[in-house]
C-alpha cells in the first residue's frame, strides 16, 4: 500500500507540472546541433575544474575544485598559484568560481569562491586578491554566508561583475535547509548582491539579497544589450529551470517546483502560485544545468543571441535559442563525448570554452568548422 501511495503522489505532481497556469516551457529532449565543431584541448590533468576567467592578455585562470588555481598561458598550465585560502574540498564542496574586476587591468584584482570550514561547519566564502601575473597577495575575504551548516551539498558560488561593477554571487539553500531559501534571514538559497569590497547593496533589498526562493544556482550570465539577467539552477528529479532575475523577487523553491524528491515524493504539490516567479524553461527529466554563458559574439553567426549551458547529469552542452526573451527552440551538442560538463565561458575572440567534470579534467576550446 506504500508503494501505491508514492506512486500515486508521485504523478500527481508529475501532472501538475504539464497542466496549463504555469507558463514556463518544459524541455524533455532536444535534437543535436547541425553546426560543425572543431575541439581543441588547451588543458588536461585538472582536478575536477571548476571556474575559468580571461586575462587581458587572452591567458586564463582555471580553478580545481581540490582547491588549485592555474594560469593557462600558450597552451600551457602553470604550477599551483601560491596564496589560494585553504578549502574544504569533499562532496560538493571546494573551491569554485573566479572572476576578473571590471577594472583587472590597473586594479589586479581577482575574486575567488569556495567551501570554508569543515564537514559539520562550513559556508560559501568569497575573497578578493591582487594577481600580478605569478601569486595573489593582500588577500582579504569579503564574504561568507550566515548562518554555517552542515553537510557537503549545495553552495551555488558563481560570481558575476554587473556593468556598474556590483557583483552577484549565487548561494545554494545545503539541501538540507530547502525551507531556508525562503527565509530573508538566512543566505540559503539567495543572490547576494555586493559592491565590489562585500560590502551588500541594502538598496530596496535586504541585506542585499537580490533574489530568493533558489535551491543550487550555479549559472549566471548578462546580456548587455537588453540589462537581462539569467541565472540557472538544480532542481530535485526534474525541475531544473533558468530564471530571468530582477531584484526583490521570490523564485519559489521549496513551495513551487516542478521536480519531485529523490525518493519519488513530492516537495510541493503546487508548481505556481501568487507572489512566486516561473521559471523562463525548466527541464524534466534533469540535466544538472552548471555554467552558463550569453552568447554576444559573430564567431558562432547562428548562435548570437543566445545562451548556453552546460551539464553535468545531461552529459552535453545546451543552447537556448531566444527571441525577444522567448525561448524559441534548444540544440544539444558535444555528446558524443560523453562527460559531464562543469563550466562553459565565451572568449573574447567569440570562441567557446568548456571544462569537463573529471578527476583528469579538460579545458577545451570550441569553435565552428568553416
Request: hydrophobic letters at 35%; one cysteine or more.
Amino acid at each position: 500500500m506504500k508503494i501505491i501511495l508514492n506512486l500515486l503522489l508521485t504523478l500527481v505532481v508529475i501532472s501538475a507540472c504539464t497542466q496549463e497556469g504555469a507558463d514556463a516551457p518544459r524541455s524533455d529532449t532536444t535534437p543535436p546541433t547541425q553546426i560543425k565543431i572543431n575541439i581543441e584541448t588547451m588543458a588536461t590533468g585538472l582536478e575536477y575544474p571548476w571556474g575559468l576567467a580571461f586575462l587581458p592578455d587572452g591567458s586564463a585562470l582555471v580553478t580545481e575544485k581540490a582547491g588549485r588555481l592555474h594560469l593557462l598561458k600558450d597552451g600551457k598550465l602553470s604550477a599551483p598559484i601560491s596564496g589560494v585560502p585553504l578549502v574544504l574540498y569533499k562532496g560538493q564542496a571546494g573551491l569554485f568560481d573566479v572572476a576578473l574586476h571590471p577594472d583587472f587591468a590597473t586594479n589586479q584584482l581577482i575574486y575567488l569562491s569556495f567551501a570554508k570550514g569543515t564537514e559539520k561547519d562550513n559556508a560559501t566564502t568569497l575573497i578578493r586578491a591582487k594577481f600580478d601575473g605569478k601569486i595573489l597577495s593582500e588577500v582579504t575575504q569579503i564574504f561568507e554566508t550566515n548562518p554555517h551548516k552542515k553537510g557537503t551539498n549545495h553552495f551555488g558560488a558563481r560570481i558575476l561583475f554587473l556593468p556598474d561593477k556590483t557583483l552577484l554571487l549565487s548561494l545554494g539553500e545545503g539541501f538540507d535547509y530547502k525551507e531556508e531559501a525562503q527565509n530573508l534571514m538566512s543566505d540559503f538559497g539567495k543572490i547576494m548582491h555586493l559592491r565590489d569590497d562585500g560590502a551588500p547593496i541594502e538598496e530596496k533589498r535586504h541585506r542585499g539579497i537580490f533574489s530568493y526562493g533558489h535551491r543550487n544556482p550555479q549559472g549566471l550570465a548578462f546580456d548587455k544589450a537588453t540589462n537581462t539577467i539569467y541565472e540557472n539552477e538544480h532542481g530535485p528529479r526534474g525541475g531544473d529551470e533558468i530564471n530571468v532575475l530582477e531584484g526583490g523577487k521570490n523564485y519559489g523553491w521549496p513551495k513551487i517546483t516542478y521536480g519531485v524528491d529523490y525518493t519519488g515524493l513530492p516537495i510541493s504539490d503546487k508548481v505556481a502560485m501568487d507572489g512566486m516567479e516561473q521559471p523562463l524553461l525548466y527541464w524534466v527529466p534533469s540535466i544538472a544545468p552548471s555554467g552558463m554563458t550569453f552568447y554576444d559574439k559573430d564567431l558562432f553567426t547562428d548562435w548570437k543571441g543566445d545562451l548556453l549551458v552546460s551539464a553535468l547529469a545531461g552529459e552535453q552542452l545546451r543552447r537556448v535559442e531566444l527571441k525577444a526573451g522567448k525561448v524559441l527552440k534548444q540544440e544539444t551538442f558535444l555528446t558524443e563525448l560523453k562527460t559531464r560538463f562543469r563550466n562553459i565561458t565565451t572568449a573574447p575572440d567569440g570562441s567557446i570554452w568548456v571544462l569537463t567534470d573529471e578527476p583528469e579534467g579538460r579545458v577545451l576550446k570550441l569553435t565552428p568548422k568553416r
